[in-house]
């Protein structure tokens, strides 16, 4: 009896096979083991569905959350104001503004200016393989993308929001035009989105233009959730005549955690590309170590 029932389950099973059934036969069974003595289920709401040749199985991990941008902070409140990173180890942040004013690009389009974009520093810095940090305005993005993909393209460069225009969040601002109260948010917001286009190493942070800022300018901001920097070495370099005291007020005041503010605007900051390498070779004396600003305004 029992080979004759076995002879009949055999002539099944080909069957089957042969009608391309045997698989549904096998689905329908799940989470038997005959080396753990488990008994198997029948019909199980758990049972896997087949999956067809060449593809990967499915799977049930979930989605990865990309980490906050540096300089990040809860939108809805007024953004924190930093002038350097802890006063430990060696590091110091270069960061560079990259202004345009509407008077800026005029001088542009008439030929009295031939570039505000200084790419001998982005040659030095690239060189020597340094980390720096790029606070850039809209309208600079938007006149030199070229420029903004190189700096964005580097890993070692992080890129951060310098305004739409640069024009002052205060009254009484080294001349600059006012921005109004009203479009301040906006502002920033647009920036971030063109800045946000070129990839690479993005942060949400935020420089004003002439570090003019009130409780005013501040709230303004407060839905972005963003930080403001400002720095604690003020290289002096906008229409300096010669390097030298350029050289001077930063190696005069430079700390571990120092952020010091230059500019890559060519035309108008004429003679950091000359300042920068004795700047560098003041930080390496004093062991100090330029790094993302990230990095040094990082608490660990």
């Known amino acids: 009896m029992l080979k004759s029932l076995s002879t009949r389950l055999v002539t099944v099973a ?6 391309g059934g045997a698989t549904a036969l096998v689905v329908g069974l ?6 753990t003595g488990t008994r198997p289920t029948f019909g199980s709401a758990s049972t896997p569905t087949a999956t067809a040749p060449g593809l990967p199985a499915p799977t049930s991990a979930s989605p990865t959350v990309a980490p906050p941008l540096p ?8 953004p924190p ?3 350097n990173g802890p006063r ?13 004013t ?8 008439t030929g009295q200016v031939k570039s505000y974009a200084n790419l001998k520093i982005l040659d030095l810095l690239e060189r020597e393989e340094l980390a720096a940090t790029f606070f850039l305005t809209g309208k600079w993005v938007e006149r030199y993308p070229e420029v903004t993909r190189r700096i964005a393209g580097n890993e070692r460069f992080e890129l951060a929001n310098h305004t739409y225009g640069h024009e002052a969040f205060t009254a009484d601002c080294y001349g ?8 301040m948010t906006a502002d920033v917001a647009k920036t971030f989105e063109v800045i946000e286009a070129y990839g690479g190493r993005q942060t949400r942070y935020f420089r004003f233009p002439g570090l003019c800022h009130d409780g005013t300018a501040l709230s303004a901001l407060a839905p972005l959730g963003l930080t403001v920097v400002d720095g604690d070495v003020v290289s002096g370099d906008p229409f300096a005549t010669a390097w030298e005291p ?5 190696l005069s005041k430079v700390r571990p955690g120092s952020v010091i503010i230059m500019h890559v605007t060519e035309a108008n900051a004429a003679m950091t590309d000359e300042a920068l390498p004795h700047i560098l070779a003041g930080l390496r004396e004093r062991g100090l170590e330029p790094a993302a600003l990230s990095e040094v305004l990082a608490t660990t």
Do not use: K
Not at 30 to 35: Q, Y
Not at 88 to 100: S, Y
Not at 176 to 183: F, G, I, K, M, S
């Open 81 to 83: 104001v930093v002038d």
């Open 71 to 78: 300089g990040a902070t809860r939108p809805g409140t007024r």
């Open 176 to 183: 600059l035009p006012r921005l109004p109260t009203a479009r």
């Open 88 to 100: 430990t180890g060696n590091r110091v942040a270069l960061t560079f503004d990259a202004d345009m």
């Open 30 to 35: 799940t989470g038997g083991d005959r080396d």
């Open 246 to 250: 350029i050289v001077s007020a930063v």
């Open 14 to 19: 080909a069957v089957l096979a042969t009608l």
């Open 102 to 109: 509407d008077g800026m690009l005029h001088s542009l389009r």
